[in-house]
């Protein structure tokens, strides 16, 4: 798809958050329930978003939810809210490996959380500065200043960046 093509697309797309707590979404005549998927890259979680339907088929992609009308935006923000969070990391408390799988517990401004990485999965640079971890379920926890983590974090964590 052409960036005009995609561009002209979410342009005709609108997304409504319904009373049953589904995101539909709205193309002329045709609407359907979809669920939001994030498209890589991982460093950029708001944008690049694939439109699933309950088939995974993919029904529309957004770019950038602000191509988006405010109430399509919102409606958007809704979906990304309910499906998956994206966690700031405060401390690390816990990083074990086993077998294919690498164990992580953390704390996180959302409270204290478990989750499992693939020990080839890294922790991720971002351009803007911070690292981006990506668990096995799809959440993402983000690490804005690494730097500024508590000696324990940061020894913990610095073994598994490059």
Do not use: K, N
Not at 7 to 35: C, F, I, K, N, Q
Not at 44 to 57: F, G, K, N, T, V
Request: aromatic share 8%; net charge negative.
């Amino acid at each position: 798809m052409t960036l005009a093509l995609a561009t002209h697309a979410t342009r005709t797309l609108t997304l409504e958050w319904r009373a049953d707590g589904s995101l539909w979404a709205v193309r002329g005549e045709v609407e359907r329930p979809v669920s939001v998927r994030r498209c890589f890259p991982w460093t950029e979680p708001m944008r690049h978003l694939s439109l699933q339907d309950a088939d995974e088929e993919e029904f529309a992609f957004v770019r950038d939810p602000a191509d988006l009308d405010a109430r399509s935006r919102a409606a958007l923000e809704m979906a990304l809210a309910v499906a998956g969070f994206v966690f700031e990391v405060t401390r690390v408390l816990e990083i074990d490996e086993e077998v294919e799988i690498r164990h992580w517990r953390v704390e996180t401004r959302q409270g204290p959380r478990t989750f499992q990485t693939r020990l080839d999965d890294w922790p991720r640079g971002l351009p803007q500065g911070g690292l981006l971890i990506r668990d096995l379920a799809g959440d993402l926890y983000h690490l804005s200043r690494p730097e500024a983590l508590d000696r324990s974090s940061r020894d913990l964590l610095w073994a598994f960046v490059d």
